[in-house]
């Protein structure tokens, strides 16, 4: 799992980054949760998703966000950090130019800044979002959505309830072509303390399906 730095907005990002030995395999980005709340790329379930990625076959990164570990710069509300996942995605396209799909994932904080970063990439194909903070962070902007994805929260989670999260899967189901696959973990707060696992087989069953889809309608053509 090899160590990269790369040029983000405000100067260079630290990333641990695995490459698919399938020339034409998926690319996933996994994103951090609140870098003033510890939110780090070894966060616990940050890593599980990217393990799952990997197991998937998928060429997969994980990176710090501005003024995390060694990445320079400094936290600068979620603006800054939206520009910071773009970079990484410029960066891993650059190295996988023949990637089948395109997969954005976050936790928590993470998972707005994926949501904002999905609606300036067209060539984004899926997205998986666990504990989006959708009662703090106004998710208006999903309109419409580009795609379907995969939604994970807890039913016991302190700083973002459940129910706030359920509004916004329920608006985005209206949206035509929109269908969010809305996983409901019971006892999981909002740290998903014993629920990492949990988490990754979810992860691996809704990409893992995507996946196949994708490649039998490429192979019907």
């Known amino acids: 799992m090899p160590e990269v730095m790369f040029a983000g907005p405000d100067g260079r990002l630290e990333g641990r980054y695995h490459h698919s030995k399938d020339r034409g395999a998926p690319v996933a980005l996994v994103l951090h949760p609140h870098p003033l709340h510890g939110g780090t790329m070894n966060n616990r379930i940050t890593y599980a998703m990217f393990q799952a990625f990997q197991r998937l076959g998928c060429s997969v990164m994980r990176f710090n966000f501005r003024g995390v570990g060694r990445s320079q710069g400094r936290y600068d509300g979620g603006i800054g950090e939206i520009g910071d996942a773009a970079a990484a995605l410029d960066w891993m396209q650059a190295?996988?130019?023949n990637a089948g799909g395109l997969w954005i994932a976050g936790y928590s904080f993470g998972a707005f800044v994926g949501m904002?970063?999905?609606m300036r990439r067209p060539e984004i194909s899926g997205w998986v979002s666990v504990a989006p903070p959708a009662?703090?962070?106004d998710f208006g902007f999903l309109a419409p959505c580009p795609c379907?994805?995969?939604m994970i929260h807890g039913d016991t989670d302190e700083?973002?309830?459940e129910p706030s999260v359920r509004k916004l899967v329920d608006k985005l189901n209206t949206q035509k072509g929109v269908s969010v696959d809305y996983r409901v973990f019971s006892g999981a707060d909002h740290v998903f303390a014993s629920h990492a696992d949990a988490v990754a087989e979810a992860l691996e069953d809704h990409v893992g399906q995507a996946i196949a889809r994708?490649?039998?309608a490429l192979a019907a053509d």
């Open 95 to 97: 190295v996988n130019p």
């Open 214 to 216: 994708r490649q039998m």
């Open 159 to 161: 700083l973002v309830p």
């Open 135 to 137: 009662s703090h962070y």
């Open 148 to 150: 379907g994805g995969l």
């Open 116 to 118: 904002q970063v999905l």
